[in-house]
C-alpha cells in the first residue's frame, strides 16, 4: 500500500468532522499520543505527545512536547479544516409526499449543488441523548450540574438516501438556465411509502434511536469511495480531498516526523480544525481562543517555563505556522480562469498561495522560508495569485496569524472541483505533502 492508498482509507474513514476527529486521533495514538482532558490539570516535560479534543468534538490539537519551553523554542504549527461543504439535516427533516419520505437539509458551506444530484448518500454524525432516571426525569451531570448527555458517533454506512435529477423533458433549458433552489430541491429521497417503517430502519442501521435523540448533529455524504483514475492512475478522484486530504497529510507528517526524531526542542502542533467552510466563527474554529488558549496552557505547564524567564506570549514570535489547505488547480477546460505565471499543475507540486489584500497569510518572508522547507525536503513548489478581474478564496492562514501574532504561509495541494461532491487531486502531490510538512516539523 502506498500513501495514496492510505490517503484513499484516511478519506472513507472520515465523512464528518466529528469522524476525522476520531481517525485523527486513532492514528496519533498509534505513536504515542495520549488523550488529555481540556479541562484537566497539564503538566508536561520535554518528549511527550497528547491530543486535546474540544469540546464540541469537532476540532483537535495534537501536539509533541519539545524539550525547551515553546516561549524559548517556539512551536512548529501546521493546521488543516476538518469540515466540508455538505447537507446536514434540518431540526425538524422529515416529510411524506409523492408516495415517498424525504429527509430536509441545510447547507453547510459552498456546496456545489448539482453534484449532489442522483448520488447515493450515506448518514452520520453525532446523535445526543439526556440522560433520565427510571421515572423518566432528566439526570444531571454531577460535574457539571448541566443535564447529563450521552453522545453516539454514529453512520449507517449503506446508501440510505438520494436526491433524483429532474428528467430533461420536464425542463429543457436545464443545461443552459438549470438553477436548484436549495430549499425544494435539495431534499432527500429516504425512501418509498411512510416514515415511520423507514426511520425504524434507519435508526437500526445508526445503532441509536433517532426518533428519541434529544439532540442531533447529522450529514448527508456520498457514499462512494474515492478512486485512482486517469490509466495511469495517477490522480484521486472522490469526496472532500478540501480539506481531509491537508489533515490527513498534517496527521502522517506529525507521525512520521516522532517516529524519525522522538526528542525535538521545539514543541511541533497539528491543528485539525472545523468549520472554516464557514467562516470559523464556533466555539472550537479558528476564530475561538481554542487554539491560542491550548497553547498558552502548553507553554506554561511546560517543565523548562520557569527557567526561561521568558513571557509565554513569545512563544508565539517564535513560531511558524503553516496553514494547509487546498489550491485550485489549472483546469483543462477552463484554463483561462487562471493567469499563466501562476497557474498550478496537478502532481507538479505542493502550492503557495498569495494575495496582495491578505485573504492568504502568506508574506515573501514566509514564502521564502516554505520554499526552503520544499528544497531541503526535496520536493517541487507552485505559486498561485488569483486573476486580479477574480475574486480570491481564503482559509483558516489569516485568522490564525492574526490570532496569535505568529509568522503563516498558506499552502496546500493543487485539485479540480473543489466543492464538489467528487473532487480530483494528484497522488505525487499526496506524497510531496507529507514529506514537506514532515520537513516543516523537523527543521
Ligand atoms: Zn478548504
Same mark, same amino acid.
Given at each position: 500500500?502506498?500513501?495514496?492508498?492510505?490517503?484513499?482509507?484516511?478519506?472513507?474513514?472520515?465523512?464528518?468532522?466529528?469522524?476525522?476527529?476520531?481517525?485523527?486521533?486513532?492514528?496519533?495514538?498509534?505513536?504515542?499520543?495520549?488523550?488529555?482532558?481540556?479541562?484537566?490539570?497539564?503538566?508536561?516535560?520535554?518528549?511527550?505527545?497528547?491530543?486535546?479534543?474540544?469540546?464540541?468534538?469537532?476540532?483537535?490539537?495534537?501536539?509533541?512536547? $519539545?524539550?525547551?519551553? &515553546?516561549? +524559548?523554542?517556539?512551536?512548529?504549527? *501546521? =493546521? %488543516?479544516?476538518?469540515?466540508? !461543504?455538505? /447537507?446536514?439535516?434540518?431540526?425538524?427533516?422529515?416529510?411524506?409526499?409523492?408516495?415517498?419520505?424525504?429527509?430536509?437539509?441545510?447547507?453547510?458551506?459552498?456546496?456545489?449543488?448539482?453534484?449532489?444530484?442522483?448520488?447515493?448518500?450515506?448518514?452520520?454524525?453525532?446523535?445526543?441523548?439526556?440522560?433520565?432516571?427510571?421515572?423518566?426525569?432528566?439526570?444531571?451531570?454531577?460535574?457539571?450540574?448541566?443535564?447529563?448527555?450521552?453522545?453516539?458517533?454514529?453512520?449507517?454506512?449503506?446508501?440510505?438516501?438520494?436526491?433524483?435529477?429532474?428528467?430533461?423533458?420536464?425542463?429543457?433549458?436545464?443545461?443552459?438556465? $438549470?438553477?436548484?433552489? &436549495?430549499? +425544494?430541491?435539495?431534499?432527500?429521497? *429516504? =425512501? %418509498?411509502?411512510?416514515?415511520? !417503517?423507514? /426511520?425504524?430502519?434507519?435508526?437500526?442501521?445508526?445503532?441509536?434511536?433517532?426518533?428519541?435523540?434529544?439532540?442531533?448533529?447529522?450529514?448527508?455524504?456520498?457514499?462512494?469511495?474515492?478512486?485512482?483514475?486517469?490509466?495511469?492512475?495517477?490522480?484521486?478522484?472522490?469526496?472532500?480531498?478540501?480539506?481531509?486530504?491537508?489533515?490527513?497529510?498534517?496527521?502522517?507528517?506529525?507521525?512520521?516526523?516522532?517516529?524519525?526524531?522522538?526528542?525535538?526542542?521545539?514543541?511541533?502542533?497539528?491543528?485539525?480544525?472545523?468549520?472554516?467552510?464557514?467562516?470559523?466563527?464556533?466555539?472550537?474554529?479558528?476564530?475561538?481562543?481554542?487554539?491560542?488558549?491550548?497553547?498558552?496552557?502548553?507553554?506554561?505547564?511546560?517543565?523548562?517555563?520557569?527557567?526561561?524567564?521568558?513571557?509565554?506570549?513569545?512563544?508565539?514570535?517564535?513560531?511558524?505556522?503553516?496553514?494547509?489547505?487546498?489550491?485550485?488547480?489549472?483546469?483543462?477546460?477552463?484554463?483561462?480562469?487562471?493567469?499563466?505565471?501562476?497557474?498550478?499543475?496537478?502532481?507538479?507540486?505542493?502550492?503557495?498561495?498569495?494575495?496582495?489584500?491578505?485573504?492568504?497569510?502568506?508574506?515573501?518572508?514566509?514564502?521564502?522560508?516554505?520554499?526552503?522547507?520544499?528544497?531541503?525536503?526535496?520536493?517541487?513548489?507552485?505559486?498561485?495569485?488569483?486573476?486580479?478581474?477574480?475574486?480570491?478564496?481564503?482559509?483558516?492562514?489569516?485568522?490564525?496569524?492574526?490570532?496569535?501574532?505568529?509568522?503563516?504561509?498558506?499552502?496546500?495541494?493543487?485539485?479540480?472541483?473543489?466543492?464538489?461532491?467528487?473532487?480530483?487531486?494528484?497522488?505525487?502531490?499526496?506524497?510531496?505533502?507529507?514529506?514537506?510538512?514532515?520537513?516543516?516539523?523537523?527543521?
Amino acid at each position: 500500500m502506498d500513501r495514496a492508498d492510505d490517503y484513499i482509507e484516511f478519506s472513507k474513514a472520515t465523512p464528518t468532522p466529528f469522524h476525522a476527529v476520531r481517525e485523527i486521533t486513532q492514528r496519533l495514538e498509534r505513536d504515542g499520543f495520549l488523550p488529555i482532558e481540556p479541562n484537566g490539570a497539564w503538566s508536561f516535560r520535554g518528549g511527550e505527545r497528547h491530543y486535546v479534543i474540544a469540546p464540541d468534538q469537532r476540532t483537535v490539537i495534537a501536539f509533541a512536547v $519539545g524539550h525547551k519551553a &515553546p516561549s +524559548e523554542a517556539g512551536f512548529r504549527i *501546521l =493546521g %488543516s479544516h476538518t469540515d466540508a !461543504p455538505d /447537507l446536514r439535516l434540518k431540526l425538524n427533516p422529515v416529510s411524506e409526499g409523492c408516495s415517498v419520505t424525504r429527509l430536509h437539509t441545510q447547507i453547510h458551506g459552498g456546496v456545489l449543488y448539482r453534484t449532489w444530484l442522483d448520488r447515493p448518500l450515506d448518514l452520520g454524525g453525532m446523535i445526543y441523548h439526556l440522560k433520565r432516571d427510571s421515572d423518566g426525569r432528566v439526570q444531571d451531570d454531577p460535574e457539571t450540574g448541566l443535564p447529563a448527555l450521552e453522545r453516539h458517533l454514529v453512520r449507517a454506512n449503506k446508501p440510505i438516501a438520494f436526491i433524483p435529477e429532474l428528467a430533461i423533458h420536464l425542463d429543457r433549458k436545464v443545461n443552459s438556465e $438549470g438553477k436548484i433552489n &436549495p430549499e +425544494e430541491q435539495l431534499v432527500a429521497v *429516504l =425512501g %418509498s411509502g411512510e416514515q415511520d !417503517p423507514l /426511520l425504524a430502519q434507519l435508526s437500526e442501521l445508526l445503532g441509536h434511536d433517532l426518533r428519541t435523540a434529544s439532540g442531533f448533529d447529522l450529514h448527508l455524504f456520498p457514499f462512494q469511495d474515492p478512486v485512482r483514475v486517469g490509466v495511469d492512475g495517477s490522480i484521486i478522484l472522490g469526496p472532500r480531498h478540501d480539506d481531509l486530504a491537508m489533515c490527513w497529510a498534517s496527521c502522517e507528517a506529525l507521525r512520521a516526523s516522532v517516529q524519525q526524531c522522538p526528542d525535538s526542542d521545539r514543541t511541533r502542533v497539528g491543528y485539525f480544525v472545523d468549520a472554516e467552510e464557514v467562516g470559523s466563527m464556533t466555539s472550537s474554529g479558528a476564530k475561538s481562543s481554542f487554539l491560542r488558549h491550548t497553547l498558552l496552557r502548553i507553554t506554561r505547564q511546560h517543565a523548562a517555563y520557569g527557567e526561561s524567564g521568558h513571557q509565554a506570549e513569545a512563544a508565539f514570535q517564535a513560531s511558524l505556522v503553516v496553514s494547509a489547505d487546498m489550491a485550485h488547480a489549472q483546469h483543462p477546460n477552463h484554463p483561462t480562469k487562471h493567469a499563466t505565471s501562476h497557474a498550478p499543475q496537478i502532481n507538479h507540486g505542493i502550492t503557495i498561495k498569495t494575495n496582495a489584500n491578505e485573504r492568504y497569510a502568506s508574506t515573501g518572508e514566509t514564502s521564502a522560508l516554505f520554499r526552503g522547507l520544499c528544497e531541503k525536503a526535496g520536493v517541487a513548489f507552485q505559486e498561485f495569485v488569483t486573476r486580479q478581474d477574480m475574486g480570491c478564496g481564503s482559509t483558516i492562514g489569516p485568522i490564525v496569524a492574526a490570532g496569535l501574532g505568529a509568522r503563516t504561509v498558506d499552502v496546500g495541494i493543487p485539485m479540480w472541483g473543489m466543492h464538489s461532491t467528487f473532487e480530483s487531486c494528484g497522488v505525487d502531490d499526496l506524497n510531496d505533502a507529507v514529506l514537506v510538512f514532515t520537513q516543516h516539523y523537523s527543521s
